[in-house]
C-alpha cells in the first residue's frame, strides 16, 4: 500500500507533507502511486476538505477514520484540538492479473485461492479493522510527536504555524509509518 501523509493548518496550508510505502507483509517503504497520479495526491488531499469540515462539526472525535473516497484512494484524517488536520491518503496495491502454469486452474479459481494469504493484515483492505486500527495507532503517535514539536519554543513565533522542515521530524514520522503501516 502507497501512503501520502500531510499535516494541514487551521487555513489549509501544508504544513508536513511525506510520502511512503508500507514496509509490512514483505514492502520496501517505498510508495508506488502511478506516476500519472503522483501528482494528483495534493489535490485529492484538498479535495477531501470539504467532507473534512462537514465530519468534524457532527462528531466529537479527533480520529474520523476514512472519510472520503477517490477512485481507489481513500482517505482518512485525524483533527487536533487546535483544528491541525493530519490527512493520510492510502492506497492499495494495484492487483494484476497472472497466468498460471497450471491449465486445469481457471483465472477466477486461482486468485480465489492467493486471496486468503493476502486478506489479513494491514494492508488487506484499507477499510479493515485491522487497518483502521494501525492508522489510527499512527495518527496518536504522530500528534504526540506533533505536540513535542510545538512545544519547541523556535518553532513559530506569535501563534503562527510554521512549515516543518525537521529532518528529524520526518525521519520519526517514517519510523512511525514503518512500525504500524
Same mark, same amino acid.
Given at each position: 500500500?502507497?501512503?501520502?501523509?500531510?499535516?494541514?493548518?487551521?487555513?489549509?496550508?501544508?504544513?508536513?507533507?511525506?510520502?511512503?510505502?508500507?514496509?509490512?507483509?514483505?514492502?520496501?517503504?517505498?510508495?508506488?502511486?502511478?506516476?500519472?497520479?503522483?501528482?494528483?495526491?495534493?489535490?485529492?488531499?484538498?479535495?477531501?476538505?470539504?467532507?473534512?469540515?462537514?465530519?468534524?462539526?457532527?462528531?466529537?472525535?479527533?480520529?474520523?477514520?476514512?472519510?472520503?473516497?477517490?477512485?481507489?484512494?481513500?482517505?482518512?484524517?485525524?483533527?487536533?484540538?487546535?483544528?491541525?488536520?493530519?490527512?493520510?491518503?492510502?492506497?492499495?496495491?494495484?492487483?494484476?492479473?497472472?497466468?498460471?502454469?497450471?491449465?486445469?486452474?481457471?483465472?477466477?479459481?486461482?486468485?480465489?485461492?492467493?486471496?486468503?494469504?493476502?486478506?489479513?493484515?494491514?494492508?488487506?483492505?484499507?477499510?479493515?479493522?485491522?487497518? @483502521?486500527?494501525?492508522?489510527?495507532? =499512527?495518527?496518536?503517535? /504522530?500528534?504526540? *510527536?506533533?505536540? $513535542?514539536? +510545538?512545544?519547541?519554543?523556535?518553532?513559530?513565533?506569535?501563534?503562527?504555524?510554521? @512549515?516543518?522542515?525537521?529532518?528529524? =521530524?520526518?525521519?520519526? /514520522?517514517?519510523? *512511525?509509518?514503518? $512500525?504500524? +503501516?
Amino acid at each position: 500500500m502507497s501512503y501520502y501523509f500531510t499535516i494541514l493548518s487551521p487555513l489549509d496550508t501544508p504544513l508536513f507533507q511525506h510520502e511512503f510505502g508500507t514496509s509490512k507483509q514483505g514492502g520496501d517503504g517505498i510508495a508506488r502511486f502511478p506516476e500519472s497520479a503522483r501528482y494528483m495526491n495534493q489535490f485529492v488531499v484538498h479535495a477531501s476538505l470539504d467532507v473534512v469540515e462537514e465530519v468534524q462539526w457532527g462528531s466529537g472525535v479527533m480520529y474520523l477514520k476514512v472519510i472520503d473516497r477517490f477512485y481507489n484512494n481513500y482517505i482518512s484524517c485525524f483533527l487536533t484540538g487546535g483544528n491541525i488536520k493530519f490527512i493520510l491518503l492510502h492506497a492499495p496495491p494495484t492487483t494484476t492479473t497472472s497466468t498460471t502454469s497450471n491449465p486445469s486452474l481457471s483465472s477466477s479459481s486461482a486468485s480465489f485461492a492467493a486471496a486468503p494469504s493476502t486478506a489479513t493484515g494491514v494492508g488487506a483492505s484499507p477499510t479493515s479493522p485491522a487497518t @483502521e486500527e494501525a492508522i489510527r495507532q =499512527f495518527f496518536t503517535d /504522530v500528534y504526540e *510527536l506533533w505536540v $513535542k514539536t +510545538l512545544m519547541n519554543p523556535f518553532c513559530g513565533v506569535g501563534g503562527e504555524y510554521r @512549515e516543518v522542515k525537521s529532518n528529524v =521530524f520526518r525521519a520519526r /514520522v517514517q519510523g *512511525l509509518g514503518r $512500525k504500524y +503501516l
